[in-house]
């Protein structure tokens, strides 16, 4: 029986997508190949690589705005380095926003290409909250923030205006909601919580911000060199290309990010109502602030976590262990993840209220 996935990444992806890259994998386009044993340059894959490129900037709204789209490897960690390679000049200054792990992740790679500003950081309250009210240097050559917190549970609801280019890692929010993405001058994700399986990144960035430094970047990690070679300057990552393309595709069937985002805050709405109801439970997010993908919450009473354990694993939910840095319990909501999948968590917890 498939399990109610709610694992924090790599994640659930939509059926539809594991059958038809299974099937790929098998025989790719009824060419009597596995997508796995063609060349990256040849016709079918070029295809593949070109539309998901297009599709990624058709769902942000962001075709013929002067951004390119690439799918490169290494993770959405190496655009922790790319990001200041690129944009950090030799003598300057960046700015960045600490909102959790991934955030400190990125300012520690950041430090090693200049002064680094951290603008507001949440670290002493475990990152239980975005800090707001911050000032962002004029003169940094960029500000950094991430949009999601994937361990914490922490999601930014409005993005500051800048004057500068605006970074953002939505490894583990992207295509889940509307924003104006022109805001952003570039925007990075790892395929495996919203959009693939791991093995690739995403990013989109606008073409007019590169070329401003003096430093020189070594070739795999100048973005520029990637998308003059419209990201095949090395044999891409063939498979979770695909997958992810795929995934996109079956996004846009249904309606794209506007239809998603109802879906997601419908999910987000169903949880975390259980979650304030039940007295058996409390929410680890500050409010104003929860995640619609990722829900951290724990028990009240530690001393129910062998009977909740036991029953939610019966209810066959997967995945539901929060990280070690906040415990308890960590429901991710991606797009994959159906409704009726968070009706049955909910159910376990009214369950759990009523057996004890
Ligand atoms: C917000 C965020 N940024 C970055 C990363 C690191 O991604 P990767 O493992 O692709 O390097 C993660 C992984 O969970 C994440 O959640």
Not at 20 to 39: H, P, V
Not at 223 to 244: G, L, Q
Not at 332 to 345: G, I
């Amino acid at each position: 029986m498939k399990k109610h996935n709610y694992s924090a990444g790599p994640c659930i992806l939509p059926q539809e997508v594991f059958e038809k890259s299974a099937q790929a994998i098998l025989n790719f386009n009824d060419s009597g190949l596995s997508l796995l044993e063609i060349s990256h340059r040849s016709k079918d894959f070029v295809a593949v690589m070109n539309e998901a490129r297009a599709i990624v900037l058709e769902l942000l709204g962001l075709e013929g705005k002067g951004y390119s789209a690439l799918f490169l490897a290494g993770g959405a960690s190496l655009e922790f380095v790319m990001a200041p390679y690129n944009l950090m000049k030799e003598g300057g200054k960046a700015a960045y926003l600490d909102t959790g792990t991934w955030a400190a992740a990125a300012i520690k790679e950041a430090k090693l290409f200049g002064e680094t500003v951290v603008v507001a950081s949440s670290k002493e309250e475990n990152y239980n909250h975005i800090p707001k009210g911050y000032t962002i240097p004029a003169d940094a050559d960029y500000f950094h923030c991430t949009s999601n917190n994937t361990i914490f549970g922490t999601q930014m609801k409005e993005f500051p205006s800048v004057d500068i280019p605006l970074v953002c890692d939505m490894s583990s929010d992207i295509f889940s909601r509307e924003l104006d993405f022109s805001k952003f001058d570039l925007i990075y994700a790892g395929a495996q919580k919203n959009m693939g399986p791991a093995g690739t990144t995403l990013i989109v960035v606008k073409e007019e911000i590169l070329g401003k430094n003096d430093r020189i970047i070594p070739s795999m990690l100048d973005y520029a060199k990637h998308i003059k070679a419209e990201s095949m300057y090395n044999t891409p990552p063939v498979f979770p290309v695909y997958a992810s393309l795929l995934t996109l595709q079956w996004l846009k069937n249904l309606g794209g990010i506007a239809a998603i985002e109802k879906i997601n805050n419908a999910k987000a709405a169903l949880l975390y109502g259980e979650i304030d109801r039940n007295p058996l439970f409390k929410g680890a997010a500050a409010v104003e602030d929860r995640s619609n993908m990722n829900a951290t919450f724990l028990l009240n009473d530690e001393a129910h976590a062998a009977t909740f354990d036991a029953m939610w694993k019966a209810a066959g939910i997967s995945g539901l262990p929060g990280h070690r840095s906040v415990g308890g319990y960590r429901a991710s909501m991606y797009n994959a993840l159906p409704l009726e999948s968070v009706q049955v968590l909910v159910d376990v917890m009214q369950a759990l209220e009523k057996a004890i």
